[in-house]
């Protein structure tokens, strides 16, 4: 954890609770969601916080009555940190600058109004440090999956007071530096987001020839294809299957028969150093699904992932997440892969997947797909060529993650060395010089003295008045209902995803098989609309 003898020896330092004010922000209740239409605010959610940024186009609304407006609307400069997120991004903060004019803030975020001796710009650039450095991870509290900071946590940590003028120098020299590296990283993600799509687009191009994806059945003369279902495209004994239902214990014994997973399947390769291993009792009663070189495999649970099984792996098998094709001697392995693979594959498998929580593919729909067969000599061109395109893809998005993730490196160093280390000597010594100690000194009696006052500011009668009934406050609820989950998205601004829907509902961890079974009321009654965007998203929204 950041302690104060890190900071230059030069500067003071107080609370956080003394640098400024800080309020958790409005609960979503059923007062909130079904108030006055008159009271409705757009306000901001840990899904609109971003590091060092605010995302603004998808903004929720509920009731805000005039005394929560008066306590809860943000000011220019006013910092919002993640209250409740992953361990890793908790604490995570960004700046509001005024834009949109009107907004406010829920209590999945805590807000900090600088003392006016502060630089809302330089307490950001702290918090961000803090966060980098996984100051904020170390004193959260973590529940199921979310770690939460902690109002008081927070205010507790130390917080720095350099000078004014080396607050004015240090958020300078951060924000050229941080505009030069967020170019960077804005080239690195448009070559990635290339990247990506390549393979893509290069099979649609080479296997389908401008065509549209045809019928099992038909012929196209001129691009000498005829279509067929992939369960005809199969060796006579050996039709597509899933796999073990439940391979057991990991054998690492040395007698173990490995296994894949659909999360084992990456970029058209199997990762091999991670397969575990079943029984060969086990794998014996699963024989039928047992695989040799040349099989193609489709993930069905989730992911869509595609991958030619290698020599060193016959005599393996697979999980029921994991569907095994193994081609008839008229269609090459590396061909039906790159079909497998392609958008339009990918999108008519994608456009079948049920279920919400865990969408899968059932093995009829994969028996069904269409599949485009040419000559075998055919085939195989297409997929040489396809192979040169994937290899050279990869290589550049190698590159490009790897410059990345030393960009990303990089901005954590500099702003933990910006807000109080090396950076921020070397400020210090240009800007206050032999004056810093006492500069700060003043600073810090200045803060200590406004939040001596705040301390003994009586309370106003609206705070007792709150004190009263604090009893009356909505608590986290065990469990939900589908009518309450409908309720929910259809005051929503657009579709939401389980995890920002459950928030929403205000439901405890202990509430999450009640949320799902509600889920899956809903979506047998067709209640529901699941859309996909991409292979591991999901959206929600009301059926029309």
Known sequence: MMIPDAFPEAWRFCLVKEAGETLVGQQRSPETTSGPADDLRHYLRVANVRDDALDLQDLAEMSFDSAARERYRLVDGDIL????QSRELVGRAAMYRSEPDELYFQNTLIRFRAHREILPEFALLVFRAYQHAGVFA????ATTNIAHLGLRRFQELPFPLPPRITQEAIVDCARDIQSSIDDALTAMS????????LPGKARDLLILEGAELGEPGKVDPNAQVTWRQAA??????SPIVYGILQPGPDIDDGSGIPYVRGQDLQDGFILQDQLRKTSQSIAQRYERSSLLPGDVLLGIIRSLRVAVVPQELGGANITQGTARIRPSAHVDSDYLAHWLSSSAAQGWLRSRLRGIDMPGLNLRDVRQLPVPVRDLSTQRQIAEALNEVTAAQQ????????????????????TGSCAFGEMARWITRRTAGDESESLSSLILTKVKETAAKQRNKPASRSRRQSSKNRSKR???????????ILAVLQEASGPLDPEHLFRQLSLADSAVDSFYAALRELKQLRRLEVARPNDTDVKISVAE
């Open 395 to 414: 290589s550049v998005l190698r590159d490009a993650q790897s410059a990345t993730g030393q960009l990303q490196g990089l901005e954590r160093e500099l």
């Open 81 to 84: 940190l993640c209250e409740g």
């Open 474 to 484: 909505i608590s986290l609820k065990s469990s939900t209902t589908p009518e309450e």
């Open 138 to 141: 170390e004193i959260a509290k």
């Open 232 to 237: 005809d495209v199969v060796a006579e004994d």
């Open 190 to 197: 448009n070559i990635i987001d290339r990247a990506i799509g």
